[in-house]
Nanobody, 119 residues
C-alpha cells in the first residue's frame, strides 16, 4: 500500500528556517510526482510545490524561499522552508501522485505536520 508520512514541523521565529520530510513506503518515491501542500486555519488547502521526473515547481508565494529536494536512497522528499513569515503558518502535507507528472491527481496523502511562525 502506497503511503507517505510528514515530519519536521514546529515553532520557528519569523525569518527562520525549517526542513520538512516526506517519507514514502510501499512504493519508490522517484517513480512518482510528489507534491507539498498547506492549509492555514480558516483557509482552503493550497499547493506549495511539486517535484516530478522533469522539474520542480513552486507557487509564487514561496518561490525563492522554499526548496524541494529528493533523496532516492532514503526514499524521502524534503521541503526546506527559508525566510519564514507568519503567513506561512499552516499544516503542511505531502502527497504522491498516481503518475509521474505534477499535473496529475494526488491520491496518497500524509497526515500533515504543523508549522507555526511566530515570535
Amino acid at each position: 500500500q502506497r503511503q507517505v508520512a510528514e515530519s519536521g514541523g514546529g515553532l520557528v521565529q519569523p525569518g527562520g528556517s525549517l526542513t520538512l520530510s516526506c517519507a514514502a513506503s510501499g512504493f519508490t518515491l522517484e517513480d512518482l510526482a510528489i507534491g507539498w501542500f498547506r492549509q492555514a486555519p480558516g483557509k482552503e488547502r493550497e499547493g506549495v510545490g511539486c517535484i516530478d521526473e522533469i522539474d520542480t515547481y513552486y507557487d509564487d508565494s514561496v518561490k525563492g524561499r522554499f526548496t524541494i529536494s529528493r533523496d532516492n536512497d532514503k526514499n524521502t522528499v524534503y521541503l526546506h522552508l527559508d525566510s519564514l513569515k507568519p503567513e506561512d503558518t499552516a499544516v503542511y502535507s505531502c502527497a504522491a501522485s498516481g503518475g509521474t507528472s505534477c499535473a496529475g491527481t494526488f491520491d496518497s496523502w500524509g497526515q500533515g505536520t504543523q508549522v507555526t511562525v511566530s515570535s
